[in-house]
């Protein structure tokens, strides 16, 4: 099973209460994260993109990074974990983008790979003018799926005559041509997203709530493979969850009970306000899943896996026999101190890691 990490490019990290870490981004932040990552043999790291944060007084992800020159100045000072920056495709034309994952791609050759942002929030895009209104929320699969393969022909072949409903290629060219394919990261969620990470992507980023339960886990990663199964393709599922560790169960959900406290429902009702403005969003999308969290209050509607080191280390072992999982993506409540604790503690009593601590 890889191990990634998702690296802390907004504020507050993925808690929304007023009680935790407060992460404020920095690039110094987020390349001791990703060196420390390589340092313990994690396999990536990935950034998203956010254009605007929430309401409420955590001040939830208000404070950015941008992805790609994030990655790429990470790439510089890395040496051999992949490397996956976020696009939000309503600000950039594919033709940019692919050329700005050729340039990364320079300075880390085979390091590369570029996470495919549908948008799901309205007011990241209004603010600049960029929305093009609920339509958008009906094609933005149909959109991608244009991006995507004008992207792989300008990769692949330096030159692009794309015609479709959205993107019309001119003798389009790109050069010089990265060292290799850069694979495609969704995080397709509904079914429709899931066909599209199925015909076009390489690794679909999925989620699921609880509280050490990976049963929802194991539903969504059997969804991945059935919309893998009609297409013939190798697409990996890479599962997102957070590790809240200390040295006893008591302690660690000590932690967890203090976050709680200070649930930002300010926040979480601009949230739900904001997924909801896709009113035919599909059961299980990330529109709907986002905005039922108001419904159940908590810091965080992922995956938790919360306890000893060896608690968590036995629970991730579990996870790796998901059938068709092909990773994790880690996040932790703070950034320093976990990927510490997981390298030095965790990694190191997990069964299936053995190679990488060995």
């Not at 994260?33 to 955590?58: H, I, N």
């Not at 609880?210 to 013939?232: E, F, I, P, W």
């Amino acid at each position: 099973m890889k191990i990634g990490v998702f690296i802390p490019i907004g504020s507050r990290g993925w808690l929304i209460s007023t009680t935790s870490p407060k992460t404020m981004p920095s690039y110094d932040l987020n390349r001791t994260v990703v060196q420390r990552a390589e340092f313990y043999g994690l396999d990536f790291a990935l950034s998203m993109v956010k254009l605007r944060g929430y309401d409420g007084p955590s001040e939830y992800w208000v404070h950015n990074l941008e992805s790609f020159t994030l990655m790429a100045g990470i790439a510089a000072v890395t040496r051999r974990i992949q490397l996956f920056a976020s696009v939000a495709v309503l600000t950039m034309p594919p033709a940019l983008v692919a050329r700005m994952a050729m340039t990364i791609d320079s300075i880390a050759p085979g390091r590369f790979g570029v996470n495919i942002v549908t948008g799901w929030q309205p007011k990241e895009y209004q603010q600049m003018g960029l929305w093009p209104g609920e339509a958008h929320f009906e094609r933005r699969y149909d959109y991608v799926s244009e991006y995507v393969q004008i992207m792989r022909e300008l990769w692949s072949s330096g030159r692009s005559d794309f015609k479709g409903d959205f993107f019309q290629m001119d003798d389009c060219v790109l050069s010089p041509r990265p060292s290799g394919p850069i694979p495609i990261v969704g995080a397709g969620q509904s079914d429709r997203g899931m066909r599209f990470v199925a015909e076009y992507g390489d690794f679909n980023f999925v989620g699921a709530p609880g509280l050490n339960d990976t049963t929802g886990a194991s539903g969504v990663v059997a969804r991945v493979r059935s919309a893998v199964a009609k297409t013939g393709r190798e697409v990996g599922a890479l599962l997102l969850l957070m590790i809240i560790a200390a040295e006893t169960d008591e302690a660690a959900f000590a932690k967890w009970e203090r976050y709680k406290e200070g649930t930002d429902i300010v926040a979480l009702q601009w949230q739900a306000a904001q997924a909801g403005a896709d009113s035919n969003a599909q059961e299980g999308s990330t529109a709907s899943n986002l905005a039922r969290v108001i419904k159940d209050p908590q810091p965080t509607g992922i995956l938790k896996l919360i306890g000893s080191y060896q608690s968590i280390a036995r629970m991730l072992d579990e996870i790796a026999q998901i059938p068709d999982l092909k990773g994790v993506m880690l996040t932790f409540d703070d950034f320093i101190v976990g990927m510490e604790q997981f390298g030095e503690q965790i990694q190191p009593r997990m069964k299936s890691r053995a190679k990488a601590t060995g």
